[in-house]
């Protein structure tokens, strides 16, 4: 893969990095060649993430390294480091000299049945690995497949997910037409949208098309969610598996070491299959308020619509939007005492009860006003209303319902801690906890 010229502006330098050349720019950020100073990175691909990201997203990545160096390096673009410099953010990992297969196919159309092949195998033993090694890439497409000259790679699954709340709002995610339709429900994505990914991006490189179209983002999310795949030309090798693996139901697709049996062995009958369980993503990525925002729609017919605008029109998380809650007055209830009113900000920690040294930082708002009996919450993506249960001097106790797609319901509890609120929410399998601070 040649290097291009640097433009004004680019970097000449980052950390113990030289920049060499530019190799691309995409959603995510700029992509140059460069060159360490420690034996084998001769050449290295540094991945500047954009100035939009998130801050903590290199501390995230950092929690996620260890599991992600699990993966085994020869069916992956190995991640050798996370840095900062000023306010670049960028990741270095192994440079792989190859065109991605979203490249290959525009430059030279689908892959010849061989060649085809070859890639399902390639890219089903690294989703193996991936997912052996607790990992979710949940973003695999045609652009995170390079074809280098010892074959396949597949690349960034160890920031995918760590980006695209911010490439989701600036509206560079494009056409969904990887999605699986469990994450258009607002489900917990678990490995099988890896595996559904992976079906539609191998008809992609059979056919040179898209297999739910590529027109508008609200036709591709019906078809995605209710029609059929189109095949028509994938070779008869591989028809039967990229049908199974694009089962609307999750439970109904191969995990990856069955679909790389199948695929290496065709005269493996085809498995009784079980519910997949999720593989838990390294960092607790399935957070409460870290799922992509859908809408639910008014009525059924406007139902797809409405995903459609509201995942290319999410807000930042640092334009927080506070939505007009009601207040009953009729019947009797528990009220916010007056000192708990106020808009009360700070950052919170989500994880898994039980599990020790995996967490995820996230920030929230709280508006409470003096007898009033709801709670308006901004944290993060999910925006919300809660009502309150129970009040006391020290401890307030809310109930939080559910808002598909960006909240889960739970419980808060915020108890006076001197002049701050401790903060607390759990749904009795995570819980996000810290300490807020008065704003205003």
Not at 61 to 89: K, S, Y
Not at 240 to 256: N, T
Request: glycine letters at 10%.
């Amino acid at each position: 893969m040649a290097s291009k010229p640097l433009e004004p502006g680019d970097p000449l330098r980052l950390g113990r990095f030289e920049i060499l050349g530019r190799l691309g720019e995409g959603g995510q950020g700029v992509v140059y060649l460069g060159r360490g100073d420690r034996p084998g990175e001769d050449r290295v691909a540094i991945k500047v993430l954009r100035s939009s990201v998130d801050p903590t997203v290199l501390e995230r990545l950092a929690r996620e390294l260890e599991a992600v160096h699990q993966v085994q390096p020869f069916v992956t673009a190995r991640v050798i480091e996370g840095a900062a410099e000023g306010d670049r953010r960028y990741v270095v990992s192994e440079f792989i000299d190859g065109p991605s297969l979203a490249e290959r196919v525009a430059a030279g159309g689908p892959l010849p049945e061989g060649d085809l092949l070859r890639l399902a195998v390639g890219t089903a033993t690294a989703l193996t690995a991936i997912h052996g090694a607790g990992v979710v890439h949940r973003d695999f497409k045609p652009a995170n497949v390079l074809l280098g000259p010892d074959g396949p790679r597949v690349v960034d699954f160890g920031i995918a997910r760590l980006t695209d709340a911010a490439t989701i709002t600036s509206g560079v995610i494009g056409t969904p037409s990887y999605i699986a339709p469990e994450q258009l429900a607002g489900e917990r994505p678990g490995s099988a949208v890896d595996i559904f990914a992976w079906a539609v991006t191998m008809a992609f490189a059979a056919t040179g098309r898209q297999a739910f179209g590529a027109d508008t983002v609200p036709a591709v999310m019906q078809r995605i969610l209710h029609a059929a795949p189109d095949l028509a030309g994938v070779p008869p090798s591989l028809l039967p598996i990229l049908s199974q693996c694009l089962d609307k139901d999750p439970a109904r697709r191969p995990g990856a070491r069955d679909l790389l049996l199948r695929l290496v062995d065709p005269s493996v009958a085809t498995p009784a299959l079980t519910r997949l369980d999720p593989v838990v993503t390294v960092g607790v990525g399935q957070r409460h308020v870290r799922w992509r925002p859908i809408l639910v729609a008014i009525t059924a017919a406007a139902a797809v619509v409405a995903v459609a605008v509201v995942l290319l029109t999410q807000r930042s998380p640092g334009n927080p939007v506070i939505t007009t809650g009601t207040t009953s007055s009729a019947g009797a209830g528990p009220t916010i005492p007056a000192a708990y009113a106020g808009t009360w900000s700070g950052t919170a920690s989500q994880s898994y009860i039980g599990v020790s040294g995996v967490s995820l930082p996230n920030h929230v708002v709280l508006t409470l006003r003096t007898g009033g009996r709801t709670v308006q919450e901004n944290n993060d993506s999910c925006v919300n209303t809660l009502t309150v249960t129970s009040e006391s001097p020290v401890t307030l106790t809310l109930s939080e319902p559910t808002v598909p797609g960006q909240c889960v319901a739970g419980t808060v509890t915020l108890t006076r801690h001197g002049s701050d609120l401790a903060y607390r929410w759990t749904d009795n399998v995570e819980q996000n906890v810290g300490n807020l601070r008065k704003t205003g």
